[in-house]
Each structure stands twice: as structure tokens, then as C-alpha cells.
């Protein structure tokens, strides 16, 4: 049946892609708005992924309650970040190359981390819903894809709404286009830049418990999601959440198929692709500024 | 100090060393100091766009591995030519194939140049952040194609059996160790006469203000190709002997991090601003990286580079040889 395995991997698609909108989320509120290169950021996801997985192992506490009460400590290390990132480069004005070298840097510590800590074998949660799926006629939604994909589109609804609706929020989406004028408003742009970067690493948390959810994880499993998060930023329009929605929903989208159709080996090679095609063609992205 | 002099004198350094690796006669030193000198061409050859021109490459693996597939590619067609080649042209391959090592070293930085042009011509026009991120995306898309490709070994890994004696030199190792060597005089020499030439100064100009350089008329995007072009030959030439080395290669060593995170750490550390500076900082961590990869593990290995790099970018940007010449220019005054 070519349609039945069409349609469900469409459907497969459309939950992954409302998984890396989560993962994406974070970059782009770091890169798209305020034009800090974090490529470290999936480095942190897999930290929440093994966060995840300790108080789970240990407590049995569900992963992405975890990930809830982690946020305040991720949302801690975001500041603690941003501030060594400011003191160190952004307030000498050297913010391009060796900023992206302390990023790299970092990426690569939290990984080696990782490997000595937990060594290179594969950890996984148990919760309820893992094994389970919910039919509807020829299509299977497993709820070990479902569960994250709600909450993820849950959050990232949240952060669109403080993100237009609130002070902070609008502030944060005015900083990058012209941190001067925020500052003659008596706006610290500073300040708004340490929020919006602790919000962006919280939303690690998230992903990581996300990520642990729907997949075994390794300490180098970050890697592979590098270059799938930039390409759906660069894709979605640098700073555009909306943007970053459609662009993960249709990699996401064109990832599965490519799976079902074509195998595993080449799904990495997607998004790779269509990041150097978007790169090539229309570096704006779709809904670009 | 004018460059053939500048030739001689490394040239002179690297037959000293050469000679007294000989004297002591032990085949660990030229395993140990293959890695030294391949590390120095690696950081050499990122430094020439990351230092001179100011953008980041993070896909050094993907351009080392091209180096490394482009010999299995061409040791695989010599092992069996006539599964590969139509009957009339058995006869001049068989005589032109197996190919020896040197040429194998060309063709890989030939390669490596070629997906250099390629991939600058995409990104270079955009702002450097793209080309850094597009790098990092290059390593992975030419990782799948390799993983899919079953000719040069797909994701099996494929081997590459080296002679076990060789005329003039006697172990392999020793030819490979000499051959490397002269890779490195020669990368450091390539190096140190761009930084002197018009193209130094016009890599120079971008690093410092692209716009300021494109408006009095500096041609940056030629000049960026050429910086591309020639940091990926250079990075191609360094992996292509590598599979003789190692024996086995499989894509996760050929398209290992840690070559990346090399490449950035050493120059980093040495200082970017002049080919002294990778070269220093290739020879001080790579020597540090064999004595603990032997001494404690090899995990401890990277993280201490990761730490030293991330150190170094907050605390001496300038590196090792800004943190002399700020020592030196210091006592000078007092």
C-alpha cells in the first residue's frame, strides 16, 4: 500500500517537524534576533536529554515534568552564559570569529562531558506512553512522537504569544533591529539580551526531554542537529517564529518521506541540502525580514 | 627575511629532525611526529581563511576526509583496474596505476580545492556567520554521500594495506613521516609568502572591514575563492596520506570532530595573525594531545582541548604570540 505508507509517513513528518520546531526555537530567538551564533545549543539539548534521563532513571518522574522543573536552572546557565559571552567579546566588539570559536568550543566540552561522565553507550525513559500509539483508520500516531509534538507546539505557541504580546517580549524583537533607540526608552538592551538568550537556552530543557522521548540518546547525538537547526532558521526567516514553525513542519515533512522511501542513510542529507539551496537561492528564507 | 632564505633554514630544521628521529631509531617517534607535523598542516592550512580572511570554517573534517576518500578512491581502482576499466584501456592504466603516494597527495589537494571553490562560491557572497554554518553542513552532506557509496568502503570502513618496506627510507612510516614533513615546510613556506604578498594584505583588508575593502575597490569575493581554494587543498593534501597510516579507514574517523575542533584550537591558541602562530599552537597542543592520549585517555584529550581553546578565546585572543609580544614589547619599555 503506497498511499497508506505516503500518508503515514506525512504524518510522522508533520510530528518530527513540531519536535524541531522546539529544538529550533532557541536558536532562533539567539541567532535570528539577537545575531549571537550559538552552536552550542544542541550541545545543551542533549544536557537536558541526560538530565532528563537521571531524574527519570533514579525517580521515575515522567521526562518532560522534568524538563518543567529544569527550566529554572537552564534558564540559570543561559545568563551565566550570556554573561562570560558579553564580558568577553560582544562588549569588545569581537563578537564574529572568536565568539563562534567559544560557542564550538563549549559544544564540543559538554560533549567530551558527557562521554566521561556517562560514557558512549545509548540511554533511554521509560514512561507510560512510550510503547503506546492511538489508530485512526490507516493512520498510527505513536505516543511516543504524539506527547512531545503537542507539548512542543504547546510551548512554542507560549513563546509567540510572549514574544508580541508582552514588554519584554516586544522589547526583545526590538533589540535586533536597533538596540540605540531601545536604549534612549530607558530599555537596558543588555538586559533584554540576557533575557531573551536565558529564554532560549531554557527552551534546551524542553527539547532535550523531547529528544529523549522520542529517541535513545548519545552524548554526540547534538551533532546531527546542528546543522538542521540553522537550516530551519535560515529557512523560516532569520528572528521569524512563525517562519521557524512552517520551515521544521516541512522539513520535518520531506525528512520522512525521504526515510520511508529512500532509507535512513540519506536523511541526514536533506536538511543539508536544502540549507545550502536556501543559502544559494534565498537567504532571506520564506518569511524573512 | 627573504623566502628562499626562509625555505633553506626550514628545510634545514626538517632534515635535523629527520635525521635525528633516524639516530634514535625508534618507529613510535615517526607515528607520534606523523600526527605532530599533519596537525601543523591542518592548522596552517585553516588559519590561511580563518586568520588571514576572518571566516570561521568548522567543516575541516569534511575537506580532510575528501583528501582521505580521494586516495581509497584511486588505491581501490588500482587494486582491481579491470573491474573498472573497458578493455583497451587496461593496458596504459595498469602501467599508470597503482598511483604512488606523492601523486595520491596531489590529487587529494586538487579535490579538496575544487569542493573549496564550490562551497565559497555559494556562501562567500552572504555574511560570514552563513559560511561558517554552511561548513558545518558540508562535512555532514559529503559524510552521507561517502556512508552511501559503496566503493570506497560505504559506512564498512575500507583498508588500505601499505608496503612494509620501502627503498631509501626502510619502514613505511619513515617515507610517510618524510613526506609529511616536506607537506608541512611546504604549507609553512605557502603560508608566510601569502601573508607577505598583495594577496596577504587584500585578506587583510576583508578581515578588518569587508565593506571598507569591496568599496576601495579590493576584489573580496576573488579574494576569498582563492583563500577557500587554497585552505581546502591544503587540508586535502594533509588527509590524503592519511588511510596509508591508519591502515583501516571508516567515515566517523575520517569525518572525526575532533579534526575540526583541532583545526580552530591550534591556531587559536597560537595566534591567528601570522603563520608562526599555527604552527605553534599545532606543535605545543599536538605533542600535549599524544603524551595524554597515552598517559591518561583520549577523552581527557579533547576536553582539555576544548577547555584550552575556550580559555584562550576569552583570556589571550591573540594568542600565544600575542601574549610574547606583549610581553616583549612590555620589557622593552621598562
Redesign the interface.
Known amino acids: 500500500m503506497q498511499f497508506d505508507l505516503l500518508i503515514n509517513a506525512i504524518i510522522a513528518g508533520l510530528m518530527l517537524g513540531a519536535f524541531y520546531a522546539a529544538v529550533t526555537a532557541g536558536i532562533s530567538i539567539s541567532f535570528g534576533m539577537l545575531d549571537i551564533v550559538n552552536i552550542a545549543h544542541p550541545g545543551f539539548i542533549i544536557l537536558g536529554s541526560y538530565i532528563a534521563y537521571i531524574v527519570n532513571s533514579r525517580l521515575g518522574i515522567d521526562p518532560i515534568v522534568v524538563a518543567v522543573l529544569a527550566l529554572p536552572v537552564f534558564y540559570a546557565l543561559g545568563a551565566l552564559v550570556y554573561g562570560i559571552y558579553f564580558q568577553s567579546f560582544e562588549k569588545r566588539g569581537q563578537d564574529s570569529l572568536r565568539g563562534l570559536a567559544f560557542f564550538f568550543g563549549l559544544l564540543f566540552v559538554t560533549e567530551v562531558m558527557l562521554i566521561l561522565v556517562f560514557g558512549v553507550d545509548y540511554r533511554s525513559v521509560t514512561t507510560t506512553y512510550v510503547g503506546g500509539s492511538i489508530n485512526i483508520g490507516p493512520m498510527e500516531f505513536p505516543l511516543r512522537m504524539l506527547v512531545p509534538a503537542v507539548v512542543s507546539l504547546g510551548m512554542f505557541a507560549a513563546l509567540q504569544l510572549y514574544m508580541s504580546r508582552t514588554f519584554i517580549g516586544r522589547a526583545v524583537m526590538a533589540v535586533s533591529q536597533d538596540p540605540q533607540a531601545l536604549e534612549l526608552m530607558a530599555v537596558d538592551p543588555t538586559r533584554i539580551k540576557r533575557i531573551a538568550f536565558s529564554l532560549s537556552m531554557a527552551t534546551c530543557a524542553m527539547a532535550g526531554a523531547f529528544l529523549i522521548v522520542i529517541q535513545p540518546v548519545l552524548p554526540s547525538s547534538g551533532r546531527e542537529y546542528i546543522g538542521r537547526v540553522f537550516a530551519i532558521c535560515v529557512l523560516g526567516g532569520l528572528g521569524s517564529l512563525p517562519g521557524t514553525l512552517i520551515a521544521a513542519l516541512l522539513i520535518g515533512v520531506i525528512e520522512s518521506i525521504a526515510t520511508t522511501f529512500y532509507g535512513p542513510s540519506w536523511a541526514p542529507a536533506v536538511s543539508f541540502g536544502l540549507l545550502l539551496l536556501t543559502l544559494a537561492v534565498r537567504p532571506s528564507g520564506l518569511l524573512g525580514r | 627575511m627573504r623566502t628562499p632564505l626562509f625555505t633553506l633554514i626550514l628545510s634545514a630544521i626538517a632534515a635535523a629532525l629527520y635525521l635525528s628521529f633516524r639516530f634514535i631509531d625508534n618507529d613510535y617517534l615517526f607515528f607520534a611526529g606523523y600526527v605532530v607535523l599533519q596537525y601543523v598542516v591542518i592548522a596552517t592550512a585553516w588559519n590561511v581563511l ?1 586568520g588571514y580572511c ?1 571566516y ?1 570554517n ?1 567543516g575541516s573534517a569534511g575537506f580532510f576526509a575528501i583528501g582521505v576518500y580521494s586516495t581509497i578512491f584511486f588505491y581501490n581502482i588500482g587494486q582491481s583496474p579491470g573491474d573498472v576499466f573497458p578493455e583497451f584501456l587496461l593496458g596504459p592504466m595498469q602501467w599508470i596505476f597503482p598511483l604512488p603516494l606523492p601523486v595520491l597527495i596531489l590529487l587529494g589537494g586538487v579535490f579538496a580545492g575544487l569542493v573549496g571553490l564550490g562551497m565559497g562560491y ?2 562567500l557572497r ?1 555574511r ?3 559560511f ?3 561548513t ?3 562535512a ?2 559529503l ?3 561517502i ?2 557509496w559503496p566503493f570506497v568502503g560505504g ?1 564498512r570502513g575500507a583498508y588500505v594495506i601499505p608496503p612494509e618496506k620501502i627503498a631509501v627510507f626502510g619502514t613505511f612510516i619513515q617515507y610517510l613521516f618524510v613526506l609529511m614533513l616536506i607537506l608541512a615546510v611546504g604549507s609553512l613556506v605557502a603560508a608566510r609568502l601569502v601573508e607577505r604578498s598583495r594577496l596577504g594584505v587584500g585578506f587583510a583588508t576583508i578581515r578588518d572591514d569587508e565593506l571598507a575593502a569591496e568599496a576601495s575597490g579590493v576584489p573580496t569575493l576573488r579574494l576569498k575563492l582563492v583563500a577557500t581554494v587554497l585552505s581546502g587543498a591544503l587540508f586535502g593534501m594533509a588527509g590524503a596520506p592519511f588511510p596509508f597510516y591508519i591502515g583501516y579507514v571508516e567515515p566517523g574517523s575520517a569525518f572525526n ?1 575532533s579534526y575540526a ?1 583541532n583545526a ?2 591550534m591556531p ?1 591558541i597560537g595566534g591567528t595573525t601570522s603563520w608562526i602562530g599555527p604552527m605553534v599552537g599545532a606543535l605545543i597542543l599536538s605533542t600535549l594531545q599524544q603524551v595524554v592520549t597515552v598517559t591518561i585517555s583520549s ?2 584529550n ?2 582539555i ?3 584550552l ?2 580559555g584562550f ?2 583570556l589571550a ?1 591573540n594568542g600565544l604570540v600575542g601574549l610574547w609580544q606583549g610581553w616583549t614589547a612590555r620589557r622593552n619599555k621598562s
Open positions: 580563518g576572518g570561521v568548522f555559494l556562501t552572504l560570514g556567520v552563513f561558517a554554518i554552511a558545518l553542513a558540508l555532514v552532506v559524510e552521507t554521500f556512508v552511501n559506512s570532530l575542533v580552530i584550537a587559536m577523552a581527557v579533547l576536553l582541548t576544548g577547555l581553546l575556550i578565546v576569552i585572543p
